[in-house]
């Protein structure tokens, strides 16, 4: 019976612009083809070309055929990761306690203590909202107002250029 729910097709993109299946493992699966689930437990990872997505547990939905009345599985509809997230890809890493990955916006939202790199570049905050395919991004904090601690916060390094053999070319 799992062997239908594993063989659907996955129209999902963790990575950007990618056809690329996705490929789930896990120390352990169990399957739901009722409800079209499939939850990965222990040590939880999905490729997709370039992009990794980990968590203790990742559960995966998938679109019921007609209705739920074959009984049959369709597409990825959502992937929810949960405990020690991290997504990265060849760009960018983020980290925190929970995320959700919706096929159908095409959106990684990540909550917890969430921590985004790109290359030096770090943002903090409680909740991201990531658009795989544009690399748009939304980031919010816990707390409002000057001087709260738990605001977003970014720390953002210049290019760095070589200042010293340019001014000695004058």
């Known amino acids: 019976m799992a062997a239908a729910l594993l063989a ?5 993109q963790l990575a950007t612009n990618s056809n690329a299946p996705v490929d789930i493992t896990a120390d352990e699966l169990e399957t739901t083809n009722s409800a079209c689930t499939s939850i990965w437990r222990g040590h939880a990872e999905a490729l997709q070309d370039t992009a990794r997505l980990r968590a203790d547990t990742l559960t995966a939905e998938f679109a ?28 960018n890493k983020v980290r925190g306690d929970a995320a959700v990955y919706d096929a159908k916006t095409d959106t990684l939202t990540v909550t917890g203590d969430v ?3 790109q ?45 010293a053999s340019a001014g000695q070319r004058r």
């Open 8 to 12: 659907s097709p996955a129209a999902a």
């Open 64 to 91: 019921l055929k007609d209705g739920g009345k074959t009984g049959g599985c369709g597409d990825l509809v959502r992937l929810r990761a949960d405990g020690s997230v991290y997504y990265v890809t060849p760009t």
């Open 115 to 117: 921590v985004a790199t």
């Open 119 to 163: 290359g030096q570049n770090v943002l903090r905050g409680s909740r991201m909202v990531f658009n795989v395919s544009t690399g748009q991004g939304h980031m919010e904090g816990a707390a409002r107002g000057r001087n709260k601690a738990e605001r977003p916060r970014g720390v953002f390094y210049p290019k760095q250029t070589n200042t």
